[in-house]
């Protein structure tokens, strides 16, 4: 059974950092490529990055320079560390696996 469980969620002022974490069990973590999501009210869900097995990085344009993605195969743990939060950023953001496993999503709301 496959189970994704983001935190590191909440609310921070425009210019803030915030690091999410997701927790993965029941998938063979290391050879799965790994992302985030994000989507806001009224919005569809967009990705905003993603990282492979080998490292390899892909970010949305609106994050690039801002956010950062990053794994640790032995933890079966992925992150996205989010540096000059805009309130633009305010969304709920989701941890999803190769195979479309997603996990439950957890609040970032920036305020201005």
């Known amino acids: 059974q496959v189970q994704l469980v983001e935190s590191g969620g909440g609310l921070v002022q425009a210019g803030g950092s915030l690091r999410l974490s997701c927790a993965a069990s029941?998938?063979?973590?290391?050879?799965?490529?790994m992302s985030w999501y994000r989507q806001a009210p009224g919005k569809q869900r967009e990705l905003v990055a993603s990282?492979?097995?080998?490292?390899?990085?892909n970010y949305a344009e609106s994050v690039k320079g801002r956010f950062t993605i990053s794994r640790d195969n032995a933890k079966k743990m992925v992150y996205l560390q989010m540096n000059s939060l805009k309130p633009e950023d305010t969304s709920v953001y989701y941890c999803?696996?190769?195979?479309?496993?997603w996990g439950q999503g957890t609040q970032v709301t920036v305020s201005s």
């Open positions: 029941g998938i063979i973590f290391s050879i799965n490529r």
């Open positions: 990282i492979t097995n080998g490292g390899l990085t």
């Open positions: 999803k696996s190769q195979g479309d496993y």
